[in-house]
């Protein structure tokens, strides 16, 4: 399938044998470590599950001595992954899998417990006694689905209303917006607004209608025992309710007055799309009909325009209706296979790894019942290759050797110019925008600068260097004591960027101080302070001429951060921490994950030449043991004094002073300079 132009384009394909496309069996799997905000590293007792969809059953998968965690298994579609400690809340995290897909970069970190108390009552204000707590859906600042009712067969305990319709609802995330899904056999199930944990919350359960419903397959005109019928309220929060059909294929369920969206699936039938719903109340029961057929299925291969090999990994949705209907990869033969219902359905090429999207995005197949449907070859272009020239000074002269570090998309090393000062290099994705965003480093004066290339012009791109600012000031507690080990960054958010981004960032000292001499000129950005607590403080807003030295007032961190009684690490007590167990000069990074530690050996041997004269070392707070990776070293570091957050790189000078502690690689200038 050539894709040349905008818009979707519409595919009616035939039925064909597709014997040789028969290989999607792939499992997924799900990997990750578990982080305790004090820095620990006794994980008996935390525990992690897997829920595989609103109807899967729950898996439970035990961490191992450094908190590490897998699930491997046939998951696709959402999927809520969560964990909990002793001590601690819930923490998680949603994911939408494709099949085969391989996640293995999960960060669970534990937050502080809190309790939520709440009250279910009827429309009149009475209590409801024995309303089960079935669900607490975390809204922020992470999403996932807590099934509290499945837990309950993994030893913890139900969660139900007394007699005063009071419950309460232990072990949340503190400081989280919760929602949470209440039952009970004589009211429809309810869904709460999100709110905060700690505010009380009460739950009105109203009687709703009885909806009686069964599922019909049209092929046989007979009712379908066992079916799966999910019902999506089509309003905010548009939670979902499920129920199965009985052995004579018909259900039963209360639901609030609304609309809805229903669909059933069984065995390898499913509705025709999703069909809607309106329960308006005027009658005291509504009856359901839903019909299923035979799915079909929609298989393609996708292969590089140019060389012709296949592509692994490329993403695609599938939707039927405007509503997700299935997730899937192509393996490593570049072929995908995913189940359709009959009708129509749109698939959309999401993404592959190196390569530009088709032109359009989008295509409309037909699918019949039990139909097997071929697309066309979809051929991608590989990513272009971007190059720009790192200027400086009056007459535009080309600086050999300038580092450029993307920003969007992320990466973790650099990007080294050569002679000509010309830096070339490749993005794995183009942002949606269609444009890259970098810093550019000197590699020996303090010079920089923020750029951005347009995918439609890659090459013949040019950026000036120009004398970098500095930003300095300090953060105290209420008392007027200083806030050691407070991390204080910039973020900068340009319209069309995905998300802000962070160009530095720095950790008070001993006095509450802190300073960064590397703040590009000419870019707003705002200054903020994270306090121990997490909560976010705004030090100001910048935008500093080239080599300008700006003072911001002092930050006063709430008193909630005052209460923490594990101070983060300065940049002082990390480097006396690491006296005498790495040579100096030295560029020390923090990586606790298996994946992190090798991703930043790489990155630091990657970086070679350019840091002549500095040790790498990645450190981590897990129990692992020394070792050389690459020429980089590897070694554990005691969990004692942990880490402020969002940094990860510490640079130490000959004489083992710190120079700075920063997220992601610092300034190449800066690394030349600690060297010398």
Not at 10 to 25: H, I, K, Q
Not at 269 to 291: D, K, N
Not at 495 to 520: I, K
């Amino acid at each position: 399938m050539k894709i040349g132009r905008r818009g979707v384009a519409t595919v009616v394909c035939v039925a064909v044998a597709l014997s040789s496309l028969d290989v999607w069996s792939q499992d997924s799997q799900i990997s990750g470590v578990l982080v305790f905000p004090d820095g620990r590293q006794d994980f008996r007792g935390a525990r992690v599950f897997l829920e595989p969809g609103i109807d899967g059953a729950l898996q439970e998968s035990r961490p191992d001595d450094s908190g590490r965690f897998v699930f491997s298994g046939p998951y696709s579609g959402p999927v809520g992954l969560m964990a909990i400690a002793p001590g601690f809340g819930w923490t998680g995290r949603h994911l939408n899998l494709a099949a085969g897909e391989r996640v293995s970069d999960v960060r669970l970190a534990f937050p502080q417990a809190a309790s939520l108390n709440g009250q279910a009552v009827d429309p009149k204000g009475k209590p409801v006694s024995g309303a089960v707590v079935l669900r607490v859906a975390v809204t922020a600042p992470y999403k996932v689905g807590i099934p509290l009712s499945k837990l309950a067969g993994f030893g913890f305990e139900e969660i139900r209303s007394d007699d005063a319709g009071r419950f309460t609802v232990p072990n949340m995330p503190a400081g989280a917006t919760v929602a949470l899904k209440l039952a009970h056999p004589s009211f429809a199930q309810t869904a709460t607004p999100a709110q905060p944990v700690g505010s009380p919350l009460t739950a009105t359960l109203y009687p709703g209608v009885l909806v009686t419903g069964e599922v019909i397959d049209r092929a046989l005109q007979s009712r379908v025992a066992g079916a799966r019928v999910v019902l999506r309220n089509a309003s905010p929060p548009h939670d979902s309710l499920s129920v199965q059909t009985d052995a004579q294929g018909t259900f039963l369920i209360r639901l609030n007055p609304g609309v809805y969206l229903a669909r059933a699936e069984a065995a390898d039938r499913m509705s025709p799309g999703w069909q809607e719903v309106a329960i308006t109340g005027e009658t005291p029961e509504t009856r359901l009909r839903l019909p299923v057929s035979r799915s079909g299925t929609v298989t393609g291969k996708v292969a590089d325009a140019i060389s012709g090999e296949p592509i692994e990994g490329a993403r695609i949705r599938m939707e039927s209706g405007g509503f997700l209907a299935g997730v899937a990869r192509t393996d490593a033969a570049g072929v995908f296979r995913v189940a359709a219902s009959e009708g129509e359905n749109t698939l959309y090429f999401e993404s592959a790894p190196g390569y530009l999207p088709p032109e359009p995005r989008a295509v409309r197949v037909m699918v019949s019942s039990g139909q097997e449907v071929a697309l066309p070859g979809i051929w991608l272009a590989p990513l272009p290759e971007f190059e720009v020239q790192v200027v400086s000074g009056e007459h535009n002269d080309p600086v050999a050797g300038a580092a450029v570090l993307l920003l969007e998309p992320r990466q973790l090393g650099w990007v080294m110019a050569d002679s000509a000062g010309v830096a070339r290099f490749r993005v794995n994705r183009i942002p949606e925008s269609g444009r890259v965003t970098a810093l550019a480093w000197h590699p020996d004066e303090p010079r920089g600068a923020l750029f951005a290339l347009d995918r439609g012009r890659p090459r013949d791109n040019q950026v000036s260097l120009l004398p970098c600012a500095t930003v300095r000031g300090a953060v105290k507690l209420a008392d007027g004591s200083p806030a050691r080990g407070v991390t204080v960054g910039a973020v900068y958010g340009a319209e069309g960027l995905e998300s802000p981004l962070v160009l530095w960032r720095a950790v008070t000292d001993e006095t509450g101080a802190y300073a960064w001499p590397a703040v590009v000129p000419g870019v707003p950005q705002r200054v903020v302070a994270l306090g121990w607590d997490g909560a976010e403080l705004v030090l100001g807003d910048v935008n500093a001429a080239p080599a300008q030295d700006m003072a911001l007032p002092d930050g006063i961190i709430s008193a909630g951060a005052a209460r923490q009684t594990k101070v983060p690490a300065t940049p002082a007590s990390l480097a006396e921490r690491l006296r005498d167990k790495v040579p100096v000069p030295a560029l020390v990074t923090r990586a606790d994950d298996a994946a992190a530690r090798e991703a930043w050996a790489e990155t630091l041997a990657a970086c070679g030449s350019a840091v002549s004269g500095i040790t790498p070392v990645v450190v981590s707070g897990a129990a692992i043991t020394a070792e050389t990776r690459q020429g980089v070293r590897v070694m554990p570091i005691s969990s004692s004094d942990p880490w402020p957050a969002g940094v990860d790189t510490l640079l130490l000078d000959r004489s083992g002073k710190a120079v700075a502690l920063t997220a992601g690689l610092p300034p190449l200038f800066m690394v030349r300079s600690a060297a010398r």
